[in-house]
């Protein structure tokens, strides 16, 4: 029963059964911290014993492994050695040019197949190669050879050193100034213009002395009138005999080729023929 007192708390037992005494008043209000120095000092250890920092960048194990360099575009060698050789082989070729004109020159001047060069037919010395004009006796004709003064066709022969030291020598032998028919004879050849008709014209090439030369491509053959000119190269005519058939001539080769030409109706008394090399000036022809 009840007192009116207020109740009090049952001690606590002890393991046993016994009670565990009340702690002391004192007991109470000291701190929780016990005065054990060996308890002080531990943890004042385990205060300083905290784990050291560790800087991840000094430690290699701790970085992540390295990436792979990138890979360079690969290369070839090739096209730079082909350019190498490239540049070699024009620079050999140059050079062998160079000492094959040189030499050539040398030759001409000094030691090539002998013609006397006088002044030039047509005035054309800075510009040119002085040809000359000789008749069937081989004699050479100092007056004649011009455009207002031109040889005489079948008569007179044209001549011009070359560069390697030789001389071609050519002569028109014939004419044929009606050959639109000759020419239709062939298929394959084109008409003449309507305001032209065609002009056949047998040549005789030859070359004498060192070196040697191709007449489709050292010599130029037209014919001029009023109002007309025609050149060989210009049109693509076939005969019996073309000039690119001759092929390449040395000391001692004769040919003949037959040329296609157009002249200008009505006017075969105005025409002369125009003869030249590749460097040499230009030497005219015409009928009696």
Do not use: K
């Amino acid at each position: 029963m009840s007192d009116g007192s207020s109740p009090q708390p049952l001690p606590a037992l002890a393991p046993g059964g016994a009670a565990d005494p009340a702690p002391a008043p004192w007991a109470l209000l000291a701190p929780a911290q016990r005065d054990d120095p060996q308890a002080g000092t531990a943890h004042a250890d385990t205060a300083q014993a905290e784990p050291a920092q560790v800087d991840p960048w000094s430690d290699p194990s701790l970085l992540p492994p390295p990436s792979a360099p990138p890979e360079r575009a690969r290369s070839s060698a090739l096209p730079i050695v082909a350019i190498v050789l490239s540049s070699l082989a024009l620079a050999v070729s140059g050079l062998v040019l160079v000492l094959v004109l040189v030499l050539g020159g040398l030759f001409y001047f000094y030691g090539g197949a002998p013609y006397e060069l006088s002044d030039p037919v047509g005035g054309y010395s800075s510009m040119y190669t002085p040809g000359r004009v000789t008749d069937a006796s081989g004699a050479v004709v100092t007056d004649v050879g011009t455009y207002d003064r031109p040889a005489t066709l079948g008569e007179h022969t044209l001549s011009w050193p070359t560069v390697s030291g030789g001389v071609v020598e050519v002569t028109v032998t014939g004419v044929d100034w009606d050959a639109d028919a000759a020419v239709a004879a062939d298929p394959a050849n084109p008409p003449p213009d309507p305001s032209a008709g065609y002009v056949l014209a047998t040549v005789d090439v030859a070359y004498t002395g060192p070196g040697g030369m191709v007449p489709t491509e050292d010599l130029y053959l037209c014919l001029e009138s009023m109002s007309w000119a025609s050149c060989h190269m210009d049109l693509d005519v076939a005969t019996a005999a073309p000039l690119r058939d001759i092929g390449a001539l040395t000391d001692g080769d004769r040919a003949t080729a037959i040329v296609a030409l157009e002249l200008a109706e009505g006017e075969r008394g105005s025409a002369l023929f125009s003869i030249e090399t590749i460097d040499g000036e230009p030497l005219y022809l015409a009928e009696r």
